[in-house]
Structure formats: C-alpha cells, structure tokens
C-alpha cells in the first residue's frame, strides 16, 4: 500500500524578539483603531489618578508601546518635559518590557534590578519602583501598561498588586470597548494609513540603516560631505551641500562646493570661508541653538536674515535651505546646510532622515579630525627624521621622499648625508629601506637612522662596511630589531674637481652613476641585507670609484623600480634610461621626473637622492 505523507507546520519554538512583537502589524493596526496617542483622553486620564490613588504613588500612567516611542494618553505625576510631551523614547520605557513578554513587571529598585537598571528612565525621570500590568485587546495582543512608578525603592504589597491588576483589566475592557465600535468604513481608512506609515517605517529603518553605514570609510571633509550628497539625493536632490566646522578660535570654517578651499580663508570665488559664530545666517543658528533649522522659500528665509545674507542665498540661486547642528562627543562641533534651488515643503519623516545623516556626519568629522591630527604628527615626525641635507663646497645635492601610506605620509624609506666631525673631508651618504610601509616602518626607520649616523662618526676614518657592521652590532645589543636594505657611501674630494667614492652595499637596489661622455651605469656589487641574524656572522664588501666632473651619482629605493608585473631589471633599465635621457637637468628636477615618471602609482615609499660633482 502506498504512503501518502502530510506535510504538518509545526509552531515556531522560537519565543518572538522584542522588534518582531512591538512591529507586529496586528498590534500596530489595533493601537491605531483605538484612538488613542499621546493626546489626554479623559477616561484614561481618570484610570491613572484611580492608581494613584489607590497604590499611593506619586506617578501613574496608562501606557501604549509603539515601535520607536511609548505614549501616555492617561498619566498623573510626570515631571517635565515628558508631561508635556506625553510620549518618551523606548530608552526611557519599563513598559516597553510587558508589552514583549506579555507579563506583569514587579520592580521594587530599579537601580540594581538586571532588565531595566541601564534604562534612562532612572535618572531622567527619577524611576525607581515600577508596577506595570499588561493591557491586552481582544485577540491577545498587548498595546502597553498601567504601570504605577514611585521615585523611591519600595515593596510592593500583595492587595496592592491585586488593585493594579483589576484597574488594569477595567482598562482592557475599555479599550476592547473602543476597538468593538470602531466604524468599518473608518478601520478600512486607517488601515491604508497604517499600511502606508508602515512601509514609510520601513523605508526610513533602510534608509537610516544605509546612513549608519555610510561613513564607515570616510577620512576627510570631502569624503564626508560626498557621502551627505548621496544619502540626501531623495525625491529632490539638493544642489547646495555646505559644512561649517567650529575652529579654536571660536570661529566657523565653511566647507562647501564653491571652490578648493584656501589658506587665505576664501573660496575660488572669493567668498570667506571664515566666519563668526554669532553671524546671522542659519548655519550659524543651527550651531549656537543646537537644532535643526529649516526655511521653505525665499520669503520664509528673508523674514529671519539680513540682506547680505538674502544676498548669498540668491547668488547660489537657492529658494530653501535646511541647517543641521553637527554633535559630538563634546557638543556641537558645526553645521550642516543643504540648499534647494525651488521652494520646498519638510515633513517630520524627511527632517528625522536629515538629523540622522547630520549625526553620522558628526561622528565621521570627529574621526577625521583625529585622523588629521595623526597625519599632522607623523608628517612632523618624519620630517624631523629626515633632516635638511648639509651644503658641500664642490658638490650638489638634492632629495625627495614620497610615503606609499597617503594618509598618514610617512614610511620606512630615508635618505642622509653627513659630515662626520673626525674627517672633514668626508661626506656620508646613505639610503635606505626599513622593510614594510607604514608608521611601524618609520618608528624603526627613526631608530635606524641616528645609529647609523652615530656609527659613521664613530667610524669615518675606516671603511663604510665598518659604520654598517656596527649598526648591525649595536642594533641586536639594543634589540631594535629593524631589517632593511641600505647603500652607504664615503665621499671624499681630491685633485681637479673629482670625487672618489666608497661604498657598501647591504642587498639595495644598485646606484646609477652619469659620467660625462659615457652611457650611465650601475654599481651592481652588493652583499645582503641588514638586521638578518642568521647572515650577521657573512662578511661585508667595500667597493671604490672615481666621480670625474660633471657626473652625477644616483641612489634610490626600491619603490622607483619595482612592479608586481614586471621583473625587477625591467624597472632599473627603465631608470637609468630616464636618468641618462635628462641627465642634463639640475639634480632636484631630475629626482622630481624620476618619481613623478616612475613612482606615480607606487604602491611603496620612494627615495631618490642625486649628488653631482660639478663641471669644471
């Protein structure tokens, strides 16, 4: 006989989560036919003062829980502003816990009770002891509280309890009463409504979800504002995108899409980017009153601001502007203003939506600042490690360094010369590259390089070898653990304008030399690199040559020549085929093309150093 299978839905085991339960269509459809929100209604009003009374407590509320917010149309003893406003956030809501779990909630110290002792509502409005009773539709579903608060630790008695349970079924049946009269034709209207605030919900819960995330990658102003201009391209774009920053002086910097910003303090176009925060204008407003300030057209606007501000506003061919205070940590650090070129008419959804974007901005602007002080630090960091090169009598010099990390603007490649004191005919030359890229590079670079310069005074009237070796010596002592590649070399000056050069060469990409009447050619003899223990015991070579007038020596490092698609001698001939093309160029300019040429899209640091004996 054949078996017919029945496929049976078993219940779902899992208890619904808190967003699951205070979204749940049904609940909010029935919330909305009961008519009642945060406005006082008069029998729910008398509900309240009946706890009040009854439990002796100081505040009493009935309570509808909706998704993003708890309303009071019955409450007696609330402090302000919450009396007035009838409604407080969820971060201030106990209730909000018996509408999920459908149960009573007994809570004789809040302070030191587990669910709710984070909970706002304790020290903004002084909740201590709380007794809440579900108040529940027809079908079930639980709509909010009767909740009764006392601003002290107290116990609750049994026949307490039992009086706050029946007025609480008294107001059930009040409410079953109001959603039993509910006219078909009104519940079908409401329901299109709810259905509509729904999948508004639901839009601006994506859209928030899109703004949290948007400023995750953002580093600079720029970048900020970019992201603003995406996430405020609704139904109508703005045309206008400005942010003001609050300066230590205590004035406004206006960052907007006019022009590149200026050190002089005004736009490409002329207009200040400076200006006070007491000016007239409504980013300055949004900043000194801490909220959002909004003007629909070019009347509402010129009933508010003086003429010169009028003025701006036409010259951008703007009707309305919309200024958000910016809020950190620390308070409001600015503003942001967003402008329309036709009149425009705000509702709450898209002024909530703009808020919440000047937030996020807030905290990606904070972020930058700090990322910006970073770079502010390891720039002066690295260029007091790379200091200025010593003039020569009878020889040219000239440097450039360019960090492969772009926002921070340092790495672990150097360049150097010195004179050591022992030998005044002596010019130390070094280049070098600390393995990796980054701030770590250039701490272990900033170490490097004063040992090595340490080592050439200690050892300018031996070999360069001798100066390496003992860097290496010193460095496993100190355990600076540094590991890198490395040219040094003595130059010393001798007969008729030439220069004799002695060099060591510690795995470094080879030098290029430009001697007069003759092709360029590279210094290729070298040894291993530094700061590797298992090859420290390998001895270390010295190497001599002679730089006649008006050749050029050329040092760099392995950014200029190095590709992941290409072998490394592809790179080195593409080099010394540019340096022997232009060797006629003043040494800075030809370290300028090498890099500009070579290095524009590098993804390491680069060094180039060229030292010329001049002509005769």
Known sequence: MERIGIDVALPD????????????????????????????????????????????????????????????????????????????????????????????????????????????????????????????????????SLCAIDTRPRPWTPSQIDALRDLAWGCSVELRLRLARYDADQERTRRDALESTLRTSFEQSQSLLEVSQAFTRTATVADVRDRIVELAAGRQPPVYVGISLLQPDGRLRRYDDTGPLAESGRDADGTWTQYPVSAVLPSAAAVQQARMVHHGDRAAFDAEYPPSAQQWLRDRGLHSVVAAPLTGDTGVIGALLLGWDEPQRFDPVELLTLTTVAGFAAQALHRAELLQHRIGVAQQMQQAMLAPLPTVPGLRMAARYRPADSREHVGGDWYDAVLPAADPSLVAVSVGDIAGHNLQAAIAMGQVRPMLRQACFDHATAAPSRALSALETAGAGLGVTAMGTAVLAYLRGGPAGTWSVTWTNAGHPPPVVLAPDAPARLLDEHDHLFGVAPLAHLPRRDHDAVLAPGTTLFLYSDGLIESRDEDIDVGIDRLTALLDEHRHLPCQDLVDLAIDRLAADSPDDVVALALRVPAT
């Open 13 to 144: 085991p899992r208890p619904p989560t808190a967003p699951e339960v205070l979204c749940d269509p049904g609940r909010l459809l029935a919330l909305a036919q009961s008519g009642l929100a945060s406005d006082s209604d008069p029998e729910m009003e008398r509900v309240a003062r009946r706890v009040q009374r009854w439990l002796d407590v100081p505040v009493a509320l009935v309570t509808l829980v909706q998704p993003g917010q708890q309303v009071f149309p019955g409450l007696v003893g609330l402090p302000e502003p919450w009396a007035s406003r009838r409604a407080t956030p969820l971060s201030h809501s106990f209730c909000q816990h018996v509408v999920i779990t459908a149960e009573p909630l007994i809570i004789e110290n809040a302070p030191e009770h587990p669910l709710v002792r984070d909970n706002l509502a304790i020290p903004d409005l002084g909740v201590m002891a709380y007794a809440g009773m579900p108040l529940a539709d027809a079908e079930g579903r639980v709509l909010g």
